[in-house]
């Protein structure tokens, strides 16, 4: 059994050190990993020590996660970073370089994982000779700008992850309704006769204060129906991430998000949506939906949302976000039905395109013609700025006349 002096740096080995690099690729991989509990698996491992494989990763696990939808992307780090064959015969002998991921577990990793794992720890810091001074470059305002422009679709793998960062961030501030029940408020512009009449029977028939009533308020439904078509890929992932970071938000508890994805059949995936971690979510709807990154009807789908799900929503009160090109090619007649029964049965709709990312574009082809009389807005979701638009756009409880412009 190694213990205590498997941890000692003496010159005989590096399990601590390995141990506190495996906890910074947990962290950069998302999971909330401190240094506290780094330290507290040190401290585990001098007092339990371990005799096999198993049981370090019984003590590792217990130490430095605490969720147990970490687990997967904890065991996962766990087969690539300690993957030596012997690994207790030379854990005294710095048996464990900096990881590498192997093209056989690549495609069964996750993205984050996988850049977690090929980052290698910063170098020493090395003091540069008085002629020639170092410097120290960071990411300046223009630079955080041009993410916040970039088109997704010609987004790099790292600008992609972080504008994933980015998108997740925005606090979604949505529309609130009127509804018909009232409530007590000390400014409310209708008088509580009811309550006058009580409160002055407890007084030998003397009004002592006016009460007043206001109308409820509460955030308004939101719809989300997502095409994951081929040419939609990029787009519609990035929008998932996206609503995946609102409905696991800080306020989620006050939202009410029913989310759709299609391509030539239509899925419904709230559920799998409401998973902790994105990229697990994510994970999940792909194997779910078996059409994505395919073909797309448009047309049919929206029929099935409408003879399935349009009558189990609350969609006279919600907004409707149909994120999706418009390139319908058969069905055109169908296609021009559905949108019209959808606009006519929810409070508004909003479609967002990524096609105007073009400065040029026009709604020439016969699905955008067919789809544009039918919307109230017609919106861009090809950058991170068009997503503070579609925020700005739902915190607006006024319906907008239709048009692209």
Request: charged share 30%; glycine share 6%.
């Amino acid at each position: 059994m190694w213990s205590r002096s498997a941890l000692e740096s003496d010159g005989r080995g590096h399990l601590a050190d390995n141990v506190l690099h495996f906890a910074r690729v947990l962290r950069r991989a998302g999971l909330r990993v401190g240094t506290d509990r780094a330290l507290l698996t040190l401290q585990a491992l001098q007092v339990a020590g371990f005799g096999s494989r198993s049981e370090l990763h019984d003590v590792l696990q217990s130490c430095l996660i605490e969720r147990v939808e970490d687990r997967r992307i904890f065991d996962q780090a766990f087969h690539v970073f300690w993957s030596e064959p012997d690994l207790l015969g030379r854990i005294l002998r710095l048996l464990l370089p900096p990881s590498t991921v192997s093209r056989s577990s690549e495609a069964n990793t996750p993205r984050r994982l996988t850049d977690a794992l090929s980052r290698s720890d910063p170098p020493e810091p090395h003091v540069a000779p008085p002629e020639h001074p170092a410097f120290h470059v960071q990411e300046s305002w223009s630079d955080r700008e041009r993410l916040r422009r970039i088109d997704f679709d010609s987004m790099s793998a790292a600008e992609f992850l972080a504008a994933q960062r980015v998108v997740a961030a925005l606090e979604p501030l949505m529309a609130r309704l009127r509804t018909l029940r009232e409530c007590a408020s000390a400014q409310g512009a209708r008088l509580d006769l009811r309550r006058l009449l009580r409160d002055s029977g407890r007084y030998g028939g003397d009004v002592v204060a006016l009460p007043r009533r206001v109308r409820r308020t509460r955030i308004e439904p939101l719809c989300v129906i997502v095409d994951i078509s081929g040419s939609m890929s990029r787009y519609s992932r990035m929008f998932l991430h996206f609503m995946h970071a609102v409905m696991n938000g800080a306020r989620a508890l006050d939202l009410r998000v029913t989310a759709f994805v299609f391509g030539t059949r239509l899925s419904h995936v709230t559920g799998l949506l409401r998973d902790r971690d994105a990229d697990e979510a994510l994970a999940r709807i792909s194997r779910h939906v078996e059409d994505w990154s395919g073909g797309t009807r448009i047309g049919a789908c929206l029929k099935e949302f409408d003879r399935r799900w349009a009558r189990r929503l609350p969609l006279g009160k919600s907004t409707v976000l149909l994120v999706t090109d418009g390139l319908e090619h058969a069905q055109i007649e169908l296609l021009e039905e559905q949108a019209r029964r959808l606009s006519r049965s929810c409070r508004r709709l909003l479609w967002l395109n990524p096609l105007l990312r073009y400065d040029a574009f026009e709604p020439k082809a016969r699905g955008v013609r067919a789809l544009l009389p039918h919307v109230d807005r017609l919106l861009p979701v090809h950058n991170i700025d068009s997503f503070a638009h579609l925020l700005d756009t739902l915190a607006s409880t006024a319906r907008e006349p239709s048009g692209w412009r």
